[in-house]
Antibody, heavy 120, light 106 residues
Framework: QVQLQESGPGLVRPSETLSLTCTVS????????WSWIRRPPGKGLEWIGY???????NFNPSLKSRVTISIDTSKNQFSLRLSSVTAADTAVYYC??????????????WGQGTLVTVSS | SYELTQPPSVSVSPGQTASITCSGD??????ACWYQQKPGQSPVLVIY???KRPSGIPERFSGSKSGNTATLTISGTQAMDEADYYC?????????FGGGTKLTVL
């Protein structure tokens, strides 16, 4: 059973860059797709972007200009960087495994989530 | 951008059937899935490809589609089913979530 665990700072200052890492265990990261999703306080889920095992990426158009997702297959990890953050980026951030099959996209495995607060 | 619309809230009595809808342009041509999220927990996939249940999900959860509306149905709703529910689909290789529905079991 694939397990995912987010790690990174819980507090980021406005205008700085948010950086999170997701460590995958119980399976190789060199298959499937891997994604970041967030949930701001009092709001719903928002997809941030995904990366494939080969490194191809796709992002939410509303965040695309500020997002970078990378993958390190040697460490079984993938990472998120979100630049120029504001208070609106305060959220619980989740990493998840993305299944893409026959034109269907879904997330069968999620990390526990990590709260990132943007504040000075 | 593509949007999925869900009712903000649905209420149901224990033992009754709860239905949560999700509508979107040309959703009938896509596969939708559903997640359950309880407070303080990560989302859990309960239905994928419109009507398939992952291993471990109770049979009382089912999914269907009619036209451009997908529906999550919970038969014999239990108190433990009280949660936020999200539909999700994709469009132009991007993932889209519905706004979420808070299910209250009264």
């Amino acid at each position: 059973q694939v397990q995912l665990q987010e790690s990174g700072p819980g507090l980021v200052r406005p205008s700085e860059t948010l950086s999170l890492t997701c460590t995958v265990s119980g399976g190789s990261i060199s298959t499937y797709y891997w994604s970041w999703i967030r949930r701001p306080p009092g709001k719903g889920l928002e997809w941030i972007g995904y990366i494939s095992y080969s490194g191809s990426t796709n992002f939410n158009p509303s965040l695309k200009s500020r997002v970078t997702i990378s993958i390190d297959t040697s460490k079984n990890q993938f990472s998120l960087r979100l630049s120029s953050v504001t208070a609106a980026d305060t959220a619980v951030y989740y990493c998840a495994r993305l299944i893409v099959v026959a034109g269907t996209y879904f997330f069968p495995n999620w990390g526990q989530g990590t709260l990132v607060t943007v504040s000075s | 951008s593509y949007e999925l619309t869900q009712p903000p809230s649905v209420s149901v009595s224990p033992g009754q059937t709860a239905s949560i809808t999700c509508s979107g342009d040309k959703l009938g041509d896509k596969d939708a899935c559903w997640y359950q999220q309880k407070p303080g927990q990560s989302p859990v996939l309960v239905i994928y490809q419109h009507n398939k249940r992952p291993s471990g999900i109770p049979e009382r959860f089912s999914g269907s589609k009619s036209g451009n509306t997908a529906t999550l149905t919970i038969s014999g709703t239990q108190a433990m089913d009280e949660a936020d529910y999200y539909c999700q689909a994709w469009d132009s290789s991007t993932v889209v979530f519905g706004g979420g529905t808070k299910l209250t079991v009264l």
